[in-house]
């Protein structure tokens, strides 16, 4: 059956429900097909979330149920709550061969219409109990449930042919649609299956969002396509990470930064966390670098080291530090299989020498990278030299082929909590409150979030200005929460160049250019 997932096609008819029985339509597509096929039994457990178990009989019938049900929609858009509904959606939506657009469930109202009109779906899919916003609200519906039964007849894969549409900010302008293929996603996770020798036997816990890569492709269509088990904790706490991969019995852990610095934070005062990540057999932390306090916390409690790997959206993953590698605190480790990677010069010239000092932009090709951004020939162009994919990382290569990676390009994107954000979206969203005259965002480094968002802002009338929480709310109400303003500095006036630009740099105690 399908060949994304082949564990799913390993399952035996289900038991329970009224019609189960697996389909079996064979994939003529070598590349997505490339991987062993997992012999897990169908009573094997597959995801559990909440109150949600799920084996993969019960999979592939939840999701058999909803496939004949996509298949003329064009595209499908995910209500995106970190549920097993979720996991349920895309899977099928995959089986059927639509393109699925996971839609962060905290999204605002411009970020929502702009998601919705540049990706136009036929129709989302939600829980029955989720109050969708205006927007979404408007198309036509399918309420998942996770307990449904139906035949799994899926549709013939196309190696190219787009699997997620998932949308991620730019310096300016709205949020950009990437559109993934099944060749990129499976290249992705099976480049990451040697990395990290996993196998079906693997229960990965995390606590990440769905409607990104880091949650969704390798967090749950990964352990699906390994013929292992996820467990989502549905949102981050320590005690649920210390449970899960206790006497849960995780044995491995995907966060951010941010997630393994919380838990360091508590390993002096918990010796059930200090058991429980003792005995994972692999801590993955990716999104953003973790720093090395963070690394060296977590070792000396622990005895474990955390390995660290580096991707984006658009390329999906691009290298890691391999299990059992030995400590590598500050390196995302040698390009996983398949990829190419070289550093260059701001002329474009390639550094060829690999001294762990010459710094330079990380370029990228191979099969994980992404087919192009939705309805933005021009943004897909711009993102390319030739066939090598432009990172906006800069990077040092060590003389083993290690990658360190030592900063970023432009100074308008920020990293907090994972999460890229573009400095331009959110200054558009402040500049349409009545109260703002001008805006400027930064990034500074915050212990926890490893940037903090910042807004500098003239207000309209100088003698009263807004209150923070206002601003805050105004953007996480337009845009996203993650996105809102975490400090709000009032200024007279923002620093200018003469041709009017905002100087950045010149913001007090600021760094930024
Ligand atoms: C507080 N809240 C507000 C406001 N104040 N909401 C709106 N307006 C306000 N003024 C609410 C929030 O909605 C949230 O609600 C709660 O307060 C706390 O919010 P926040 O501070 O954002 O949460 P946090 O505890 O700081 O979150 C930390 C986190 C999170 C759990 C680490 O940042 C996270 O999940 N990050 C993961 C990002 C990620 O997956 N990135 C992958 C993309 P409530 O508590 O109800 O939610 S990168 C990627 O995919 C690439 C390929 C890669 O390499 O991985
Ligand atoms: P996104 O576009 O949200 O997928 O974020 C991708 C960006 O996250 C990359 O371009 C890097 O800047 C950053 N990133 C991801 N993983 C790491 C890592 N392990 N270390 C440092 N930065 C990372």
Redesign the pocket.
């Known amino acids: 059956m399908s060949a994304l997932f082949p564990a799913l096609a390993a399952a035996p008819a289900g038991p329970p429900g009224p019609a189960a029985s697996a389909g079996q339509v064979p994939s003529a597509d070598p590349v997505a097909s490339a991987g062993p096929v997992a012999s897990a039994g169908g009573g094997r457990a597959a995801l559990w979330c909440g109150a949600d178990a799920l084996t993969y009989d019960e999979l592939a019938a939840a999701a058999g149920a909803l496939v004949p049900r996509l298949r003329d929609a064009g595209r499908v858009a995910v209500w995106a709550t970190p549920t097993a509904r979720t996991a349920v959606a895309v899977v099928a939506a995959l089986l059927a061969g639509v393109p699925a657009v996971p839609v962060n469930p ?1 999204t605002g109202a411009r970020e929502l219409a702009h998601i919705v009109g540049d990706s136009a779906p036929g129709l989302v899919l939600a829980g029955a109990e989720d109050d969708l916003p205006p927007g979404l609200a408007d198309l036509d519906r399918i309420d998942v449930d996770v307990r449904a039964r139906g035949p799994l007849a899926v549709e013939p894969e196309s190696a190219e042919s787009a699997a997620l549409i998932v949308y991620t900010s730019g310096t300016t302008g709205p949020p950009k649609g990437v559109v993934l293929s099944r060749r990129a996603i499976a290249a992705s996770l099976d480049a990451l299956e040697e990395a990290w020798a996993w196998t079906a036997d693997d229960v990965l816990v995390h ?3 769905l409607f ?4 969704l492709i ?1 967090g749950v269509l990964g352990p699906l396509r390994r013929g292992g088990s996820v467990r989502h904790l549905g ?2 706490s320590v005690r649920g990470v210390a449970e899960a991969l206790g006497e849960g019995g995780g044995t491995m852990l995907f966060g ?1 930064p ?2 393994y610095h919380r838990l360091a934070d508590a390993l002096d005062e918990d010796p059930a966390l200090v058991r429980a990540l003792r005995g994972a057999r692999l801590l993955v932390s ?2 953003a670098a973790l720093p090395v306090r963070d690394h060296e916390r977590i070792a000396a409690a622990t005895g474990r080291q955390v390995v660290e ?5 658009e390329t ?2 691009l290298t890691s530090v391999r299990v059992g590698a030995g400590p590598r605190p500050g390196s995302v480790g040698p390009p996983l299989r398949g990829m190419e990677l070289r550093l260059v010069e701001e002329d474009g010239t390639e550094i060829g020498k690999d001294d762990g000092e010459t710094v330079g932009e990380i370029q990228v090709r191979g099969p994980n990278l992404f087919t192009e951004y939705l309805n933005r020939p021009d943004a897909t162009a711009a993102a390319f030299d030739g066939d090598w994919f432009r990172t906006g990382d800069m990077a040092v290569r060590d003389p083993d082929g290690s990658v360190r990676i030592v900063g970023r390009k432009a100074t308008d994107l920020i990293k ?5 954000i573009g400095a331009g979206e959110i200054e558009n969203a402040l500049l349409d409150h009545p109260a703002v005259r001008e805006a400027a965002v930064t990034g500074e480094p915050d212990p ?2 490893g940037e903090r968002i910042v807004a500098w802002v003239v207000p309209a009338d100088t003698e009263r200005p807004p209150a923070a ?1 206002e601003l ?2 105004h953007v ?2 337009l845009l996203a ?2 996105k ?1 303003p975490r400090v709000v500095r009032f200024l007279p006036a923002l620093p200018r160049n003469d041709m009017g630009k905002v100087l950045k740099k010149a913001l007090p105690g600021s760094d930024r250019g």
Do not use: N
């Open positions: 905290r606590a990440l969002p990104h890569v880091h949650g390798l949102t981050f951010v941010t997630m990716g999104s790997r580096y991707g984006m959206t999906l993953m907090s909590g994972g999460y890229k926890d979030l929480e805050a709310g996480a109400a929460s993650h809102r």
